[in-house]
């Protein structure tokens, strides 16, 4: 099994910044892809963005690319979103994922197999 802890979430006002942040651990050799999805209530979760092992492909949600930045340090088994230019509409709780194939990146339709519990971002205007 592997567990995903979130951190770096918080309240903000439009046009900030916040980094999150997402540490792997148990199996962790079983991971190839990792990402961040963000849901709000009554919405389905949608994927913010997702990363290859390697990190040489990246793949991000129309609305987030050019102010987030997806990264991966595999030696410290964590996978970061840096988000600038927040705005209201960021809001929501945003999740940590990973999946032993290619889930969030490469066009695949596949739903990650592990997921943290979640972290609340909150923009106000």
């Known amino acids: 099994q592997v567990q995903l802890v979130e951190s770096g979430g918080g309240v903000v006002q439009g046009g900030e910044s916040l980094r999150l942040s997402c540490v792997a651990s148990?199996?962790?050799?079983?991971?190839?892809?990792m990402g961040w999805y963000r849901q709000n209530p009554g919405r389905q979760r949608e994927l913010v963005a997702g990363i290859t092992r390697d990190g040489a492909r990246t793949n991000y949600a129309g609305s987030v690319k050019g102010r987030f930045t997806i990264s991966r340090d595999n030696a410290k088994n964590t996978v970061n979103l840096q988000m600038n230019s927040l705005k209201p509409e960021d809001t929501a709780v945003y999740y940590c994922?990973?999946?032993?194939?290619?889930?969030?990146?490469?066009?695949?339709?596949?739903?990650?197999?592990?997921w943290g519990q979640g972290t609340q971002v909150t923009v106000s205007s």
């Open positions: 994922a990973a999946d032993p194939w290619q889930a969030m990146v490469g066009g695949s339709t596949r739903l990650p197999a592990y």
């Open positions: 148990g199996s962790i050799s079983v991971i190839n892809t």
